[in-house]
């Protein structure tokens, strides 16, 4: 007689995905589409594109705050709403806005590698989070402060960017020959500050 084996179950990943779950892609998607029209910004120079851009950083700031507040009030914490979290946060606090820099000017070589600097930032800050917030927790499991200004912070040095676009001031200067907006020191002073291990914000 032939050995009965179990079927294997499949599970469909939109049915494993919790309501912050969801407001966490929401946040990505607000990040994703911010890049979208920085680079229609480019192709047809009208300035609603990058504004709209622009605005949806801290529509997505609003998703990212809705999702760790449902999570916790439905008790629906897990790795993988972590990691999607820290994703979404990548995209729409570190290359979106690094993207919407380099659309309205912030394009020189020095200035891409100041964006560059700033997005890795992001990345390392969002990593180093993920290895040490179990070591950060409390017996309850919240963490109870961040090591280094969290990446939505990145709105701050976006909205600056956006009112020197506004009055056309990015102050370029000349460095070894090469070309800097001092703007763009925004972003320089904003990732090292996410990656700093000195500054203790306390976790709402």
Same mark, same amino acid.
């Given at each position: 007689m032939a050995q009965m084996h179990p079927k294997p179950k499949?599970?469909?990943? @939109? &049915? $494993?995905?919790?309501? %912050? *779950?969801?407001?966490?892609? %929401?946040?990505?998607?607000?990040?994703?589409?911010?890049?979208?029209?920085?680079? &229609?910004?480019? +192709?047809?120079? *009208?300035?609603?594109?990058?504004?709209?851009?622009?605005?949806?950083?801290?529509? %997505?700031?609003?998703? *990212?705050? @809705?999702?760790? &507040?449902?999570a916790r009030w439905r008790h629906?914490?897990?790795?993988?709403?972590? +990691?999607?979290? $820290?994703?979404a946060d990548v995209i729409s606090f570190g290359v979106a806005p690094a993207a919407i820099a380099f659309a309205v000017g912030l394009n020189s070589v020095l200035d891409q590698m100041v964006l560059m600097y700033f997005a890795v930032c992001g990345l390392s800050r969002l990593a180093r989070y993920n290895i040490t917030a179990d070591e950060l927790a409390t017996p309850s499991g919240k963490v109870r402060y961040f090591e280094g200004t969290p990446i939505p912070s990145s709105v701050v040095p976006l909205a600056l960017l956006m009112l020197a676009f506004r009055t056309e001031a990015f102050f370029p200067i000349h460095v070894l020959g090469a070309q800097l907006?001092?703007?763009a020191l925004l972003f320089l002073l904003s990732g090292s500050l996410m990656i700093s291990k000195t500054i203790r914000i306390p976790k709402p």
């Open positions: 499949h599970f469909s990943m @939109l &049915r $494993s995905f919790h309501l %912050a *779950d969801l407001l966490t892609i %929401a946040n990505g998607c607000c990040g994703i589409a911010a890049v979208f029209h920085a680079m &229609r910004f480019l +192709e047809q120079h *009208d300035q609603r594109q990058i504004y709209f851009a622009a605005l949806l950083i801290p529509v %997505a700031v609003v998703f *990212d705050v @809705l999702d760790g &507040r449902i629906t914490h897990s790795p993988m709403g972590r +990691e999607l979290d $820290s994703l907006h001092l703007v």
